[in-house]
């Protein structure tokens, strides 16, 4: 099963062109950058001046909410409203739940109408019943006669669609067949694109939001293959939904979208934030630009995939590994290091990340380059006169520093990491400094392009796994791949070796696609690379080597392995972005939520501005703080809501009141106060 031309280069998958007004989609257009207006729609004015605010900023396709008759005839006027204003070349969509008559009005008015295949013409009852085959081809009947007006008007006027699959919101027939899972929002787009096809309409875009990247990956995946096998080749919408705000929205998006985008798949992108909307277009912008960066690339040859499974997650077993205190390897969660600049900042690194306010994502691991013999004796000046201890200690050497130089510091500081870089034709050496790492009961952690580790094969084969991981620091300059691909071969190469030694996910300079420092872009390139492997089961060290400030590096780490599900170190809040639905402010109610509740490790909290996908959105959240109606929120537990029209004065501290109910709460320490 194959949902990319290769694993290792970013092959662009080629689609059918679809025209969203005057924007091509698909075919051979760059990759799409849109977002949403968070308006209400009847508010004409409000939602023309933040459509113009998107375009101004670059966003290039925008949407609107749809939730009734009345807001869809407003379309009209917002169309004509963006027009006169000089904004005639960016095509509007509607986004449509529950209400055929509202996408009818709205299809006269915009480029592009979206429906959600879990809620259109479906009231969901959220009931578990049997379905018969009977039953089944009924409901896919019934299903047929109320989508297809809106489809023979779309192909009447020439207006594009996107079947937008949600995770968490699929119909009642669906959920009952196929359980809430990657297949059954494929089946539930499928099931939506069929009729469509039927009658000769293909202008078509899809999606498969979740809130979950590692979900999102997986039903964008299985849905390519499954159009592939039935000759469809539509283009995607790529985005990560309710992926809250700030860094860790960042994050998510990047992990989810950019894996994607590596591997060939995706024509138009949005970033979900909860914040104003023009916030996503440059997170959206970064992406675009570093995924079409590598287009040009021509695959080196060779087999386009490897042995990973990508439609099942399941993490790779590995060797354990002792680092200090803490372990590496199965049942471990992926362990945190971070870089220090040189010996002179050894001192103030370990003081910094010795600070309480990181007690809940400790650094447990601390890299410093030695560049000489030297550079060894002062790094031991440093450690000595640290005001602290760190769990382990790597030593990054040049090829400079040789075995004899280093063996009396190791013989002082026993269970040090050696990080040494290695090529193809160095199998002696690495036999040499294998041994001597392991006299001294340390770690040798291999630095080394896929081609070296093909070509030390037999030296691995010879050494065994113990006391090795793998890592790779620098893009090998003779390959048109990127980093994404350069880990999986690396895995690739370990396991044609039979080796189960451990991987340590370094994000480095040399391994960034586009050169570009600022924070935003280190922090995407981070989370693609890091989330990217992780979702696929690699990774069980990480480091974001690219922040000079250890305190960050360590908490942009932590927040990667969260974003990733990979490793929970406080509270998640899945915070949906806010439309022209939305029943109370987002943005501040989803900062005072977490501002009371961030210390709660592990407990996860949505946020929603309305239920209209119902309370499946809310995916796998224990609690849910839901608009109900103007001014009153209802309150989850699970999927299931517990209080009804609280008002909102009142509905913090009862959802407090309900996390101490359920045993989840505690009180804050003094550092997270
Ligand atoms: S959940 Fe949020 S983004 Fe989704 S429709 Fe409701 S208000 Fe809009």
């Not at 600049?341 to 010795?354: D, K, N, P, T, Y």
């Not at 093909?454 to 003779?478: E, N």
Request: proline fraction near 5%.
């Amino acid at each position: 099963m194959a949902y990319c031309a290769s694993r290792f280069h970013t092959v662009r998958r080629p689609t059918r062109e679809v025209a969203v007004g005057c924007v091509g989609v698909g075919g051979t257009n760059p990759i799409r950058v849109q977002s949403m207006t968070t308006s209400d729609t009847q508010d004409v004015e409000a939602t023309v001046r933040q459509s113009i605010a998107l375009a101004e900023v670059g966003c290039e396709i925008v949407r609107v909410t749809a939730p009734n008759v009345q807001a869809a005839r407003c379309l009209r006027d917002i169309r004509t409203g963006l027009t006169a204003a000089g904004f005639g070349g960016i095509p509007l969509v509607a986004d449509i739940h529950f209400l055929p008559q509202a996408a009818m009005e709205a299809v006269e008015h915009v480029e592009k109408v979206r429906v959600n295949p879990g809620n259109y013409a479906d009231k969901k009852r959220f009931a578990v019943r049997d379905y018969s085959d009977a039953d089944y081809a009924q409901e896919l009947q019934r299903l047929h006669d109320a989508f297809s007006p809106l489809v023979r008007r779309c192909k009447e006027l020439g207006r594009s669609m996107r079947i937008g699959t949600n995770h968490g919101s699929l119909s009642d027939r669906i959920m009952n067949r196929y359980g809430d899972t990657p297949l059954g929002m494929v089946e539930s787009a499928l099931e939506f694109l069929r009729i469509a096809e039927s009658h000769g309409y293909r202008q078509i875009i899809l999606s498969m939001k979740s809130s979950n990247p590692k979900v999102m990956i997986e039903a964008y995946r299985l849905l390519v293959e499954r159009m592939g096998a039935e000759d469809m080749h539509y283009p995607l919408h790529l985005g990560v939904t309710e992926a809250g705000d700030g860094e860790d929205g960042r994050i998510k998006g990047s992990i989810g979208i950019g894996s994607l985008l590596f591997d060939g798949l995706g024509d138009t992108i949005r970033v979900s934030l909860t914040e104003d909307s023009v916030y996503e277009i440059p997170v959206a912008r970064a992406l675009a630009d570093k995924a079409m960066s590598l287009w040009g690339a021509s695959p080196a040859g060779g087999p386009g995939s490897d042995s990973i499974d990508p439609f099942h997650f399941e993490r790779r077993a590995t060797a354990t590994l002792d680092v200090g205190p803490a372990i590496v390897g199965p049942e471990q969660p992926p362990r945190v290091f971070v870089r220090a600049a040189g010996a002179g900042q050894v001192a103030a690194a370990i003081r910094e990340l010795a600070s309480p306010r990181l007690k809940d994502n400790p650094a447990e691991g601390l890299v410093v380059p030695v560049a000489s013999a030297a550079g060894l004796e002062q790094l031991r000046g440093a450690l000595a006169g640290a005001p602290a201890t760190i769990g382990f200690i790597a030593l990054e050497l040049s090829p400079a520093v040789a075995a004899d130089a280093v063996e009396p510091f190791l013989a002082s500081a026993p269970g040090t990491g050696i990080v040494r870089r290695f090529g193809g034709a160095d199998g002696a050496a690495l036999s040499e400094w294998a041994k001597l790492v392991r006299r001294k009961g340390g770690v040798l952690f291999v630095d080394a392009p896929p081609s070296a580790v093909r070509d030390l094969r037999s030296t691995l084969v010879a050494l065994g796994d113990a006391g090795l991981a793998f890592t790779c620091s620098v893009f090998p300059a003779d390959d048109a791949g990127h980093s994404v691909g350069a880990y999986r071969r690396i895995v690739e190469e370990l396991r044609a070796a039979g080796s189960a030694a451990p991987v340590w996910i370094r994000n480095t300079a040399g391994l960034a696609v586009r050169g570009d420092n600022s924070f935003l872009s280190r922090l995407i390139e981070a989370s693609i690379l890091t989330g990217s492997l992780l979702c696929d089961g690699v990774g069980d060290i990480v480091s974001f080597e690219t922040e000079p400030d250890p305190a960050r590096a360590a908490r942009v780490a932590y927040n990667i392995l969260q974003g990733a599900g990979s490793r929970i170190s406080k509270a998640e809040f899945v915070a949906c972005p806010s439309c022209g639905r939305t029943l109370f402010d987002l943005q501040t109610t989803t900062q005072r939520i977490r501002a009371q509740t961030a210390h709660l490790k592990g407990v996860k909290i949505a946020i929603m501005g309305c239920i209209v996908n119902g309370p499946g959105e809310m995916a796998d959240a224990d609690f849910g703080y839901v608009g109900g109606a103007p001014g009153k929120i209802n309150l989850y537990v699970g999927k299931q809501c517990v209080q009804y029209n609280v008002p909102q004065a009142d509905a913090d501290a009862r959802l407090i009141a309900l996390i101490k109910e359920h045993k989840k709460w505690a009180e804050p320490e003094p550092a997270h106060a």
